[in-house]
């Protein structure tokens, strides 16, 4: 297949260099407006690509698989592929990629950031001298919780959860649970992790983090009945997925102070916040920046494009995620 006959549709910019190395391979239309792509413009988009490069933020279900009759391969630029109906595409010969590993140590450092940011009420505390309210040092002012030696939930134990469990560990001397469906030998070798049931793991920490993919198990997997098990002074930490959590519930619960607060870079509506959330001040809520570094965002880009060229050259790709029967 020659290469100039290959259209790739960018949905939305991308770091320079990954176009430019993409160009030497194919036809690349790229919307340039920054903006979420509106159905309309997607359903347009599509019409001529054999490549789809999309972001998380683009649904790309049966209905736009349907508007794209040569499409053969999409090109994620994200981890998560959530968004992407994998299912619909399998059966249409659609073959999908993603971009793991790349962003995997800035994600954890956000989570780690957050959880400090909660333990240590830094946003507040920062707002407090912003406004003028810091009247002078007091033993008894803005005083947060401690995080070394303190007791590390961990749901979903992969790359980006394994490595916050690294940090804590390492770094804060932490206690390591963990919640996932398979025993991590090696990581309970190295840090002492101990596998926990859930309810288990809700009782015993003092911060419980979340890092698991959006799939119809993990939905509001964190609930009313989950946020109930935990201490009244343990903090929820979300960088996955939006809907693992119910955020009502979260609202709920720090209001009436059943837990002590949470920090999420993630929405369940996205990117509304659910009401009641951004008024709770032990809360800290963050724009989605977990790969958001200039490093990762040209690695993410430069991982997609390697998929899409080695799709082309007829190779292997790096990060594939579905297999399906028959490509188009
Ligand atoms: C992903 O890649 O899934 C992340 O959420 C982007 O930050």
Redesign the pocket.
């Known amino acids: 297949m020659p290469k100039a006959q290959l259209t790739v549709f960018i949905t939305r910019p991308i770091p320079t260099e990954c176009i430019v190395a993409l160009k030497k391979y194919a036809r690349v239309i790229i919307r340039r407006t920054d903006s979420i792509i509106t159905r309309t413009e997607l359903l347009r988009g599509i019409r001529q690509a054999d490549i789809l490069l999309p972001i998380?933020t683009d649904a790309i279900d049966d209905q736009v698989l349907a508007a794209a009759p040569k499409l053969k391969l999409i090109a994620n630029f994200?981890?998560?592929y959530n968004n992407i109906d994998v299912t619909a595409a399998t059966k249409r010969g659609v073959l999908i990629s993603n971009?793991p590993d790349v962003?995997t140590d800035t994600?954890a450092e956000l989570a780690i950031t957050l959880l400090l940011a909660v333990a240590r009420r830094v946003v507040w505390a920062d707002q407090q001298m912003r406004t003028g309210r810091y009247p002078g040092w007091g033993p008894l002012q803005y005083l947060g919780h401690g995080v070394s030696g303190k007791t590390l939930g961990i749901i979903g134990l992969g790359r980006i959860g394994s490595r916050v469990a690294e940090i804590a560990h390492h770094g804060f001397g932490m206690h390591i649970l963990y919640y996932t469906k398979h025993k991590e030998r090696d990581v309970e070798k190295s840090l002492g992790a101990k596998k926990v049931p859930l309810t288990s793991l809700l009782r015993r920490s003092d911060f419980v983090t979340l890092h698991v993919p959006l799939t119809r198990e993990t939905t509001h997997l964190i609930s009313q009945p989950q946020l109930a098990q935990m201490k009244s002074t343990a903090f929820l930490i979300n960088t996955s997925r939006g809907p693992v959590v119910n955020e009502a519930a979260v609202v709920q619960a720090v209001r009436q102070q059943r837990i002590a607060g949470a920090g999420f870079d993630?929405y369940e509506h996205e990117p509304r916040l659910t009401p009641g959330l951004a008024a709770l001040p032990n809360v800290v809520l963050l724009p989605?920046i977990?790969?958001?570094t200039h490093e990762t965002r040209v690695a993410?880009g430069m991982l997609a494009v390697k998929n899409i060229i080695a799709f082309i050259k007829h190779q292997r790709l790096p990060s594939v995620v579905n297999h399906p029967a028959r490509s188009v």
């Open positions: 998380l994200g981890a998560g971009t962003l994600t993630v989605h977990g790969s958001a993410m």
